[in-house]
């Protein structure tokens, strides 16, 4: 009996580091954050810091004082990403030698693992004052339409873009390009050499169009640019169902390839620059793609680097120009929207923060609905929302090209 | 898994030639449900006291249908089953076992991507839409025992196989796969003649695979990715598949004494302790990531009196168990550089859910015969238990104290060559401290706390009656009694206004 009873202790003993263990923290220690902007060391304006805990999908929002001291606590423990919103006034903006009467700052940092037991390293944070961008997208139609006898139709793709500011503004030098989506949709992206995660100093494009030789666009002019500028909703052999007519369209993507079955429709067509793996058609997934307009003189772009996608992350069964990208440094992009597949793809990010900040999705695939940007009235001047942040700039328009 | 079927029908068809005595059904069920150490553990004792040799096949048929049920139970289900059980003496070998197959067709079934959704892990995922689930089961026990030193030592050794598959027909599609497998390596030995002690060792290894597909991926889905309690991360799905795995063992060992306090009454107290780890994880990125490991902890407790005098049979038990487990979530994040690519584990956040629970069942059954050729069966029994369950971190608990009771009557008729069974078996179910707290994870969406935990929080808090009726009759033919019944009963609610109904049909062989 001593010893069957001694071996049932033996195995309570042996099983007894497969015990949990118990927790002492909850959350993670109370900690600061101190953020500044150039020789600034008071803030008119309060800075506030969201915390996003992607681990838990929690968000937090904690405010400075005048000094930009943040003080942290109650954060569950995860991986976090960490956005700082705040603004200058007029007076800042004179003292630190801007003409500008306000300016918005940002800041961010991706990334940080908050532990429990470990009090977090965060150190001091630079903030940027956010760029006023003259051109930049208004409208994305990517996520396609159903057919009247429920087939899914998406060659009725658009982009427009917009002038937003109070000057006339050429667009000769600007290009469009579509970044690349290696992994497919709802997956991350892989780490381009060199690159530090979530904080991307150039953008990959796979595909680089120039729109035109050259253009002014007045101010509030908008330009639209069409996968096909065909009559999409008016004639049969398109699709009777699609929301959009874009036979007016101001550029269309064509392809001069002599196979190329699709017809060369009459609004100019664009310069293809890149775009090794071409297919016939230029559209973006349905779920969405990443999005820049690239401004740079001819020469430059000749210099943008071609890199090929380390092997580690390619399928051998698509062709080696595939694989090929544009590496373009994020001083020439003038406007970049990211668009991932839905509310939770956060991962599926392409862009640095410094870009965009945030994220547009529809969440609804053959839909028929597009992105927007958010409008406001400036006196009597509609304008279009950019702070950088596409969460908060775009919304989801049901009914595209109709505003 | 054909194997397994063709053995056991293979199995079926032997015993039917050895056997030579006319068993009936209701004398096997006498001796199945109130002999406490038949499939009771350590099988190594069954070469000490010879079971009774027996081999019954049944085929039954269940339905359940009302309004009175939890939200993952769903409210209409159904299954046909077919259960071979048998018992037989071999030279120095005492074999038993038992094949189970069952087919279920479940309806309405929310909150479910796993097999059972009443398991304890946390970490399962749940959609917006429920459905109807059809299930298959099958499951096989085998118990082996073989006496070392006839009368003094033996050995055995007990196998437990379950499969499980099945699969909702709604988007998003679970389609669950699952396996249990249960080694219990087993010594007795009897010093003396009155007095035998038995010790288990016992391993099993369970997985289980839950693969959720959308036929339609132009219409996304919110799947909760759950954490223990009603607390949750959400994604969107719009992804073909969604892949979780689930992967266990369990390490654990048992211990029995059992001594003749008379001619008629023996006393048994058997130790029983289980030791589970699970983890569960997902498929992203054709990476695996891990979600959360669930380490529980078992022990069982229980003392038994039984005594056999006059044909009588009695059993006075009372069973302790004691489980509890921890949910450890582990947080991690992809790492997509050319060296790594794959899933990091940050750190882990231990006993972020806890579960635990305490429960008592007292019995008394008695099987009595009458004087005029008929058969009294009275069995009671009543439930303590004590569920709790809390998630800390966003301060959720819930605590279900409740006590059920049973009773059941029956009386058993013998004709020369038939029988007759019918009783009542009357319950109810009374709770008795019941408090919860559960945190709204998401303002705008209401739907875990309102479809899930408040409901089956109503459900458990709520107090029941239940009545059912029982029926059946067998024939002797030739060597085999053939046998057929029917049970029909409800659950009820009086305070919700609530009631399901419940019926069984079956059809048996003992030979």
Redesign the interface.
């Known amino acids: ?1 001593r010893r ?2 001694a ?2 202790v033996c ?2 003993l ?2 007894s580091c ?6 002492t923290e ?2 993670v220690e109370d900690f600061s954050l101190k953020v500044q902007y150039a020789g600034l060391h008071k803030f008119s304006n309060r800075i506030k810091a969201d915390f996003v805990n992607e ?3 929690f968000s937090y929002c904690f405010e400075s004082d005048e000094t930009g001291n943040i003080a942290v606590s109650g954060l ?4 976090y990403s960490l956005s700082i919103r705040g603004e200058l006034t007029a007076a800042e903006c004179h003292s630190l030698g801007y003409d500008y009467k306000r300016a918005s700052l940002s800041g961010y940092a991706s ?1 940080l ?1 908050l ?2 037991g470990e009090k977090p390293e965060i150190g001091d944070l630079n903030l940027f004052v956010v760029p006023d961008t003259p051109v930049i997208f208004k409208e994305i139609y990517f996520a396609g339409s159903h057919t009247p006898t429920e087939g ?1 139709y998406r060659n009725d793709s658009f982009w427009s873009i917009v002038n937003n500011s109070d000057e006339p503004y050429d667009i000769g030098k600007l290009y469009i390009g579509m970044c690349e989506n290696y ?1 497919g ?7 381009w ?1 060199g690159e530090t ?1 979530g904080n991307y100093a150039n953008v990959y494009v796979q595909s680089l169009w120039k729109i035109c030789p050259s253009r002014v666009l007045s101010p509030g002019e908008v330009v639209v640019i069409a996968t096909m500028a065909a009559p999409h909703n008016k004639q049969e052999n398109y699709n009777l169902a699609s929301p959009v007519d874009l036979s007016k369209a101001d550029y269309e993507a064509y392809i001069p390839d002599p196979e190329n079955k699709y017809p060369d429709l009459p609004a100019p067509n664009m310069t293809l620059v890149f775009w090794p793996d071409y297919a016939y058609l230029w559209r973006s997934g349905v ?1 969405g793609q990443a999005c820049v307009l690239i401004e740079a003189e001819i020469e430059e772009v000749e210099d943008f680097e071609t890199v090929t996608l ?1 092997e ?2 390619q399928d051998p069964f698509e062709s080696e120009e595939y694989w090929l990208c544009k590496k373009i440094p994020n001083s020439f992009v003038v406007d970049a929207v990211d668009i991932v ?5 956060t ?1 599926a990010k392409r862009l640095s923060p410094e870009l965009d900040a945030g994220f547009a999705y529809i ?4 839909s028929g609905k597009s992105i927007i940007r958010k409008d406001y009235l400036d006196g009597d001047r509609t304008r279009w929302r950019d702070t950088n942040n596409s969460t908060e700039d775009f919304v989801v328009n049901p009914l595209p090209l109709s505003k | 898994m054909k194997k397994i079927i063709l053995c056991s029908f293979a199995l079926i068809l032997c015993s039917w030639g050895i056997f030579a005595q006319s068993l009936k059904k209701y004398e096997v069920d006498n001796f199945t449900e109130y002999t406490p150490w038949y499939h009771g553990g350590e099988c190594a004792v069954n070469a000490l006291h010879r079971p009774m040799e027996f081999a019954s096949i049944s085929l039954s048929s269940s339905y359940k249908d009302g309004k009175f049920y939890r939200p993952q139970e769903g409210r209409q289900y159904a299954d046909v089953c077919f259960e071979a059980e048998g018992s037989q003496n071999v030279g120095k070998f005492s074999l038993s076992g038992s094949f189970n197959f069952c087919q279920s067709w479940n309806k309405g079934v929310m909150f479910a991507s796993t097999l059972d959704p009443f398991d304890w892990n946390p970490y399962v995922i749940y959609d917006q839409t429920g459905g109807d689930w059809s299930r298959q089961s099958y499951s096989l026990w085998a118990d082996i025992a073989y006496p070392i030193i006839k009368g003094k030592l033996s050995a055995g050794l007990g196998i437990d196989l379950k499969v499980g598959r099945g699969a909702k027909k709604v988007d998003p599609r679970p389609q669950a796969n699952s396996n249990h497998i249960e080694l219990r390596p087993s ?1 007795a ?1 009897a010093p003396l003649s009155w007095l035998k ?3 288990a ?1 016992i391993y099993a290894l369970e997985k289980e695979n839950s693969n959720l597909i959308l036929y339609d ?4 889905q919110k799947l909760y990715l759950m954490k223990g309690l009603g607390q949750y ?4 799905f ?2 073909t598949e969604r892949e979780r795995k689930f992967e266990g063992d369990i ?5 029995n ?1 059992e001594g003749a306090l008379s001619e008629i009454f023996r006393a048994r107290v058997q ?1 029983e ?1 289980l ?3 699970k983890s569960s994880r997902d498929i992203d ?1 054709s990476k695996p990531h891990q979600r959360g ?1 669930l ?1 529980t ?1 078992q022990l069982n407790c229980d003392v038994s009196f039984s005594g056999e005098f006059n044909g009588m049979m009695l059993l006075i038990s009372e069973k302790v168990v004691s489980k509890s487990a ?3 979530e582990l ?1 991690q ?6 060296q790594v ?1 794959s899933w990091i584990t ?2 882990s ?4 859910y806890h579960r635990s629970l305490t429960s008592s069942t007292s019995r008394i059954a008695a099987v009595v015969p009458s004087k005029n050729s008929g058969t009294y069966v009275v069995d009671l029994s009543m439930i303590y238990s004590l569920d709790k369950q809390k998630y ?2 966003t301060e959720s608990f819930m605590n279900i104290s409740r006590r059920v009771f049973s009773g059941a009557f029956e009386y058993i008729h013998d004709f020369p060559k038939a029988w007759i069974r019918g009783g009542v078996e009357l319950g109810g179910a009374i709770p008795s401290k019941c408090e919860n707290s559960v945190c709204l994870r998401e303002e705008q969406d209401r739907t875990i706390l309102e479809g899930l935990i408040t409901p089956d929080f109503d459900y458990l808090s709520s107090k029941s009656i239940s009545c059912t009726l029982k029926l059946s009759c067998g024939f002797s033919v030739g060597k085999t009694d053939l046998s057929i019944g029917a049970q029909g009963g409800i659950l009820s609610c009086p305070s919700r206004k609530k009631n399901s109904a419940r019926s069984q049909l079956f059809l048996g062989l003992t030979f």
């Open positions: 009996m069957s009873f071996l049932l195995i309570m042996l099983c497969r015990y949990d263990d118990t927790p909850i959350f681990t838990e999908q569950m423990p995860g991986i990334n693992r532990r429990l899914n992994g949709h709802n997956e991350t992206g892989p780490l050499p995660l779920f380390p580690t992350f597949a839905n509310s939770t793809a991962f969440g609804e695939i053959y | 010594l030995y002690f038995g010790v060792f991926s132009s219409v996304p991360t959400y994604e969107i719009s992804n390490f654990g060992g048992a211990f004494v130790l302790y030791n589970s780890v990125f490991k380490f902890d921890s949910g450890r947080v994040y992809f790492d997509p550089s050319p690519n940050d750190s956040l231990p006993g972020r800390e971190a």
